[in-house]
């Protein structure tokens, strides 16, 4: 069985993806047409061509152009769905999506808007693609403290539909610590907690992330690797990393997928898992990554089996359903053994002295 057949058959959740980072080229054209909206870009081809990044902030700059073709419950969901029916392919099972409210309300969209056309997409999903998922509402860390808690008191309403929220956008200069208030309130509502840290900014982003902010996980997480006490210390409390290792090549977090630490930090005892961040812009969807990272740092089945057992662990699931998602990655993992037995060493030929 080769790598794809088989990273694709494992059962998997995606735990880091930002809906809004999931509109391809088309979709971004057909919503502006239909929106009678006016985009700079000519073509799909003009699009594609602007996503070569510098860094974070150079993607984020084109990302939010994008998402401005975003207007109605009907977009939010045809960007869903779409994203829904890639994942369902890849083997996704379970997907917890990123919504940045704030890139949308400063439009003048209205938050009831996003929402309910993002869980008409979640219900179509699950009922038509066996597909489960949650919703993580991120606030946009360059923006301040009392604009995120605006946006939290917006989110009143929804907060049932809502798992947990998180932090994302413009890392450096933004550190947790500007919105530990906002996440103690959030916390207080009974909703999980997750923020972005150790992408681009200094593993006392991701100390703060866990101190502070309480975090379940760590979205990103892999400038930790810098600090060996803090290795250790996410190995030994079982913090899950949502690793992104298309994103971190696209945005220069690593020169190349050779030398991404996927492979040292989950050697090292860290719940990694694999994600695909914003896969329209970064060039591949969640199996693209799995299939990437395999063959640029030779992950051999067991690692591949890890990483998708540990997505589902790290998850928002409850104990039952993560139990039922494991025994099927079990079932996938006794079979490759069936299909492609791993060879065992042959026995030293007794050596016939004379
Ligand atoms: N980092 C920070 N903010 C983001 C990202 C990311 O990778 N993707 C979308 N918003
Ligand atoms: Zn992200």
Same mark, same amino acid.
């Given at each position: 069985?080769?790598?794809?057949?088989?990273?694709?058959?494992?059962?998997?959740?995606? &735990?880091?993806?930002?809906?809004?980072?999931?509109?391809?080229?088309?979709?971004?054209? #057909?919503?502006?047409?239909?929106?009678?909206?006016?985009?700079?870009?000519?073509?799909?081809?003009?699009?594609?061509?602007?996503?070569? $990044?510098?860094?974070?902030?150079?993607?984020?700059?084109?990302?939010?152009?994008?998402?401005?073709?975003?207007?109605?419950?009907?977009?939010?969901?045809?960007?869903?769905?779409?994203?829904?029916?890639?994942?369902?392919?890849?083997?996704?099972?379970?997907?917890?999506? $990123?919504?940045? @409210?704030?890139?949308?309300?400063?439009?003048?969209?209205? &938050?009831?808007?996003?929402?309910?056309?993002?869980?008409?997409?979640?219900?179509?999903?699950?009922?038509?693609?066996?597909?489960?998922?949650?919703l993580i509402l991120?606030f946009?860390?360059? &923006?301040?403290?009392?604009?995120a808690q605006a946006t939290f008191s917006q989110a009143r309403p929804y907060l049932d539909r809502i798992a947990a929220v998180g932090?994302?956008?413009?890392?450096?200069?933004?550190?947790?610590?500007?919105f530990e208030r906002v996440f103690a309130r959030a916390r207080s509502e009974g909703l999980l907690a997750?923020?972005?840290?150790?992408?681009?900014?200094?593993?006392?982003?991701?100390?703060?992330?866990?101190?502070?902010l309480k975090?379940r996980?760590?979205?990103?997480?892999?400038?930790?690797?810098?600090?060996?006490?803090?290795?250790?210390?996410?190995?030994?409390?079982?913090?899950?990393?949502?690793?992104?290792?298309?994103?971190?090549?696209?945005?220069?977090?690593?020169?190349?997928?050779?030398?991404?630490?996927?492979?040292?930090?989950?050697?090292?005892?860290?719940?990694?898992?694999?994600?695909?961040?914003?896969?329209?812009?970064?060039?591949?969807?969640? &199996?693209?990554?799995?299939?990437?990272?395999?063959?640029?740092?030779?992950?051999?089945?067991?690692?591949?089996?890890?990483?998708?057992?540990?997505?589902?662990?790290?998850?928002f699931?409850?104990?039952?359903?993560?139990?039922?998602?494991?025994?099927?990655?079990?079932?996938?993992?006794?079979?490759?053994?069936?299909?492609? @037995?791993?060879? #065992?060493?042959? #026995?030293?030929?007794?050596?016939?002295?004379?």
């Open positions: 069985m080769d790598v794809e057949a088989f990273a694709r058959r494992l059962p998997k959740a995606e &735990l880091h993806l930002h809906i809004e980072g999931t509109l391809e080229p088309e979709l971004m054209l #057909r919503l502006a047409r239909r929106n009678k909206l006016k985009l700079r870009f000519p073509d799909v081809e003009a699009v594609r061509r602007a996503y070569r $990044f510098q860094g974070l902030q150079s993607f984020l700059d084109i990302y939010y152009e994008g998402a401005a073709v975003l207007r109605t419950q009907r977009d939010f969901h045809d960007l869903a769905w779409a994203y829904f029916g890639r994942a369902a392919k890849d083997g996704v099972r379970h997907a917890e999506l $990123f919504f940045d @409210p704030q890139t949308h309300t400063q439009r003048g969209v209205a &938050l009831g808007e996003v929402v309910e056309g993002l869980e008409a997409a979640m219900t179509r999903a699950r009922r038509e693609l066996g597909v489960t998922s949650k991120c946009l860390r360059h &923006l301040s403290e009392e604009a932090l994302d956008s413009s890392e450096k200069g933004h550190p947790p610590r500007k997750v923020a972005h840290a150790g992408e681009e900014g200094p593993p006392g982003y991701v100390e703060e992330a866990l101190d502070l975090v996980r760590v979205d990103h997480g892999v400038r930790c690797a810098e600090k060996p006490a803090l290795v250790e210390r996410l190995a030994r409390e079982g913090v899950p990393l949502t690793v992104c290792p298309l994103s971190n090549v696209k945005l220069k977090v690593f020169p190349d997928l050779a030398r991404h630490n996927l492979k040292a930090l989950l050697s090292r005892g860290v719940r990694v898992t694999l994600n695909s961040d914003d896969p329209a812009y970064f060039g591949g969807y969640v &199996l693209d990554n799995y299939v990437a990272a395999a063959r640029a740092l030779a992950l051999s089945p067991l690692h591949l089996w890890t990483l998708a057992r540990n997505s589902i662990e790290a998850s699931l409850s104990g039952q359903e993560k139990r039922a998602l494991v025994g099927d990655i079990m079932k996938v993992g006794a079979a490759y053994e069936d299909a492609d @037995p791993p060879r #065992r060493p042959r #026995r030293a030929a007794r050596s016939r002295r004379s």
